[in-house]
């Protein structure tokens, strides 16, 4: 695909989302203009809604190319905005509004054009008469009318043509923004990134146009505000809006509603807008590939890690090359993956040379241990120490100690209870007993925390400093007592990052009068991000604003910390 025919221009589509209101999407109307040129636009607005703020006696309009400040009385202005805009409109034949735009918002323009006439004599009759015999570069006001300064435009005014008039492409390429909302100042932005745009087929940008609409239609649909849409599109980055519209679509034909798609992106907008989704389309060819169904994709997705889509395709693909080199047979290697992709995704292995040689094992044997521990992925990943794997007569007395933890938590032996729990939890008995305890050292007692872990026995499969981590969380930094983790231990489940933010959005709800003052942990935490903002966010006009703040600040600083 070129890079025209992916209409590059972050310009185009940071303030196209920012000028679309709601009507212009529900409406249409066909637009004819003197090219003879037509076209379908939402709600064509050909005027400007704000005027510049003048002085009372002077108005300053910005530098020139020497830095110097230029004022021009009022008076002045007026009479010579009036001949240039009689000039534009009735002499040169340009439409009125274009004619008005340049004779209003190209300050630099007319501060020239007033050095070279008599300012003694009546102003009107003196521009009249100067373009009377010199014609001036119409590409010049008119640029600058769009929003640049003369250093911006300087080389990118057309080649031996004076007239605006003789630039079709040009102004059938403006005239589709104006009708499809965009404000004139903001084009030239447009205009500078994404030149070659305005000099091509009209039929290029109105298509992109309409994808455009399309996409932002269906973001709307599911919820989002356009701030959200627009503050996920990054300035530097292309953007290919009928990819992105073929994405939605597909997660429609996974059977994903719009209310599971707005939760999904909510959490990780970079599924829809990294790469255009060409990512999250290259991660459902591999799914498809490991043997999952369209209709095993779509749930798959509604528990996205918090890892970039980009990330997770390339640990994905990471992993796969490992287990080839482990000598995993293809069988168990498309079940091994199918049955833990997610885990699988968030996890950035060590090669496999460095995996055996750490380990102290051979192919085999590792095949093995990770099919029968898959979370030790983790502990496998790149900057990680790795210890060797014990010998087989350590694993028989780690077993022995899970049995022992386990019968000391009150399951029977050789029950199907304890079967089930051998199964839920991970790690080795010490290890179990030691993250218990743990627990229990922040002022719990033994039958509080055992019964902690039977309603939530996964509290016990993370490392005593993520349970350190996300304690401290609760009790030092949130101000929680230790009691409530015994109410609702299933929050040690949940990340850091997701408590942080739910705590600290209820906290300014709070603040402003808008939230119970005893809201129970667990509903705060435990529901979807929909249903949160839904139910609590939007009680306050300016709880979405708060909400996208609070969320930047916690999970860019946990980014941070990933990267440093």
Same mark, same amino acid.
């Given at each position: 695909?070129t890079?025209?025919?992916?209409?590059?221009s972050?310009? /185009? +589509?940071?303030?196209? =989302?920012?000028?679309?209101g709601?009507?212009?999407?529900?409406? =249409?109307k066909?637009?004819?203009?003197?090219?003879?040129?037509?076209?379908i636009?939402?709600?064509?607005?050909?005027?400007?809604?704000?005027?510049?703020?003048?002085?009372?006696?002077?108005?300053?309009?910005?530098?020139?190319?020497?830095d110097?400040?230029?004022?021009?009385?009022?008076?002045?202005?007026?009479?010579?905005? &009036?001949?240039?805009?009689?000039?534009?409109?009735?002499?040169?034949?340009?439409?009125?509004?274009?004619?008005e735009?340049?004779?209003?918002?190209?300050?630099?323009?007319?501060?020239?054009?007033?050095?070279?006439?008599?300012?003694?004599a *009546?102003?009107?009759?003196? /521009?009249?008469?100067?373009?009377c015999?010199h014609p $001036?570069?119409?590409?010049?006001?008119?640029? *600058?009318?769009?929003?640049?300064?003369?250093s911006?435009?300087?080389?990118?005014?057309?080649?031996?043509?004076?007239?605006l008039?003789?630039?079709?492409?040009?102004?059938?390429?403006?005239? $589709?923004l104006?009708?499809?909302?965009?404000?004139?100042?903001?084009?030239?932005?447009?205009?500078k990134?994404?030149t070659?745009?305005?000099?091509?087929?009209?039929?290029?940008?109105?298509?992109?146009?309409?994808?455009?609409?399309?996409?932002?239609?269906? /973001?709307?649909?599911?919820?989002?505000?356009?701030?959200?849409f627009?503050?996920?599109?990054?300035?530097?980055d292309?953007?290919?809006w009928s990819?992105?519209?073929?994405?939605?679509?597909?997660?429609?034909?996974m059977?994903?509603?719009d &209310?599971?798609?707005?939760?999904?992106?909510?959490?990780?907008?970079?599924?829809?807008?990294?790469d255009?989704?060409?990512r999250?389309?290259?991660?459902?060819?591999?799914?498809?590939k490991?043997?999952?169904?369209?209709n095993?994709?779509?749930?798959?997705?509604?528990?996205?890690?918090?890892?970039?889509?980009?990330?997770? $395709?390339?640990n994905?693909?990471?992993?796969?090359?490992?287990?080839?080199?482990?000598?995993?047979?293809?069988?168990?290697?498309?079940?091994?993956?199918?049955?833990?992709?997610?885990?699988?995704?968030?996890?950035?292995?060590?090669?496999? #040379?460095?995996?055996?040689?750490?380990?102290?094992?051979?192919k085999?044997?590792?095949?093995?241990?990770?099919?029968?521990?898959?979370?030790?992925?983790?502990?496998?990943?790149?900057?990680?120490?790795?210890?060797?794997?014990p010998?087989?007569?350590e694993?028989?007395?780690?077993?022995?100690?899970?049995?022992? !933890?386990?019968?000391?938590?009150?399951?029977?032996?050789? =029950?199907?209870?304890?079967?089930?729990?051998?199964?839920?939890?991970?790690?080795?008995?010490?290890?179990?007993?030691?993250?218990?305890? !743990?627990?229990? =050292?922040?002022? +719990?007692?033994h039958?509080?925390?055992?019964?902690?872990?039977?309603?939530?026995?996964?509290?016990?499969?993370?490392?005593k400093?993520?349970?350190?981590?996300?304690i401290?969380l609760?009790?030092?930094?949130?101000?929680?007592?230790?009691?409530?983790?015994?109410v609702?231990?299933?929050l040690?489940?949940?990340?850091?990052e997701?408590?942080?933010?739910?705590?600290?959005?209820?906290?300014?709800?709070?603040?402003?009068g808008?939230?119970?003052?005893?809201?129970?942990?667990?509903?705060?935490?435990?529901?979807?991000?929909t249903? !949160? $903002?839904?139910?609590?966010?939007?009680?306050?006009?300016?709880?979405?604003?708060?909400?996208?703040?609070?969320k930047?600040?916690?999970f860019?600083?946990?980014? #941070?910390?990933?990267?440093?």
């Open positions: 695909m890079h025209l025919q992916k209409c590059k972050t310009s /185009i +589509l940071k303030w196209a =989302s920012s000028s679309f709601q009507n212009q999407l529900n409406s =249409s066909s637009q004819v203009w003197s090219s003879g040129y037509s076209f636009s939402p709600n064509t607005r050909l005027y400007r809604t704000k005027r510049v703020a003048q002085t009372e006696d002077s108005e300053i309009f910005g530098q020139l190319e020497i110097k400040v230029v004022r021009i009385p009022r008076a002045v202005k007026k009479e010579a905005q &009036a001949a240039l805009l009689e000039y534009f409109y009735s002499t040169r034949n340009l439409q009125f509004l274009d004619a735009n340049m004779s209003r918002n190209s300050p630099l323009f007319l501060s020239k054009l007033l050095k070279q006439v008599n300012t003694e *009546e102003i009107g009759r003196s /521009i009249a008469r100067f373009l015999y $001036v570069n119409e590409f010049e006001p008119f640029l *600058e009318s769009l929003g640049l300064k003369p911006e435009y300087a080389h990118l005014l057309p080649r031996n043509l004076m007239y008039t003789d630039a079709r492409l040009l102004l059938e390429n403006y005239y $589709v104006c009708g499809y909302g965009f404000a004139r100042h903001k084009i030239g932005k447009i205009y990134g994404a070659e745009v305005f000099h091509s087929d009209v039929q290029i940008l109105v298509s992109k146009l309409r994808d455009f609409t399309k996409v932002l239609e269906r /973001i709307k649909n599911f919820g989002f505000e356009t701030r959200w627009e503050n996920n599109l990054l300035e530097d292309d953007y290919n990819r992105m519209l073929e994405l939605l679509c597909l997660f429609s034909k059977g994903l509603t &209310a599971e798609m707005a939760e999904m992106l909510g959490q990780h907008p970079d599924i829809l807008f990294e255009s989704g060409d999250t389309i290259l991660l459902i060819g591999f799914l498809l490991f043997g999952y169904s369209m095993q994709i779509g749930p798959m997705f509604l528990q996205f890690p918090q890892v970039q889509v980009g990330k997770f $395709v390339s994905l693909r990471r992993c796969f090359g490992f287990l080839n080199e482990i000598e995993m047979e293809t069988t168990k290697m498309g079940n091994f993956l199918r049955s833990h992709t997610l885990l699988v995704g968030s996890c950035c292995l060590k090669s496999a #040379n460095s995996l055996l040689t750490y380990l102290c094992v051979g085999k044997r590792l095949c093995s241990y990770i099919q029968k521990n898959p979370h030790e992925l983790k502990n496998f990943v790149l900057g990680a120490k790795v210890e060797r794997l010998s087989l007569e694993d028989s007395e780690s077993k022995l100690h899970k049995n022992k !933890f386990l019968l000391n938590l009150g399951y029977v032996e050789d =029950s199907n209870e304890m079967k089930k729990a051998l199964k839920v939890f991970r790690g080795k008995g010490g290890e179990l007993q030691e993250r218990f305890d !743990f627990i229990m =050292s922040y002022g +719990l007692e039958d509080e925390v055992r019964e902690m872990v039977k309603v939530s026995p996964q509290i016990l499969n993370q490392t400093s993520v349970i350190q981590t996300k401290d609760l009790v030092k930094e949130l101000g929680y007592p230790i009691s409530a983790l015994w609702f231990p299933s040690l489940n949940y990340t850091v997701r408590v942080k933010h739910r705590v600290s959005m209820y906290d300014w709800l709070k603040s402003q808008m939230a119970d003052p005893v809201l129970a942990l667990s509903t705060i935490v435990a529901c979807s991000e249903q !949160f $903002v839904k139910q609590y966010v939007n009680r306050h006009p300016n709880g979405p604003e708060a909400w996208q703040d609070l930047k600040k916690i860019s600083k946990q980014t #941070n910390n990933i990267h440093s």
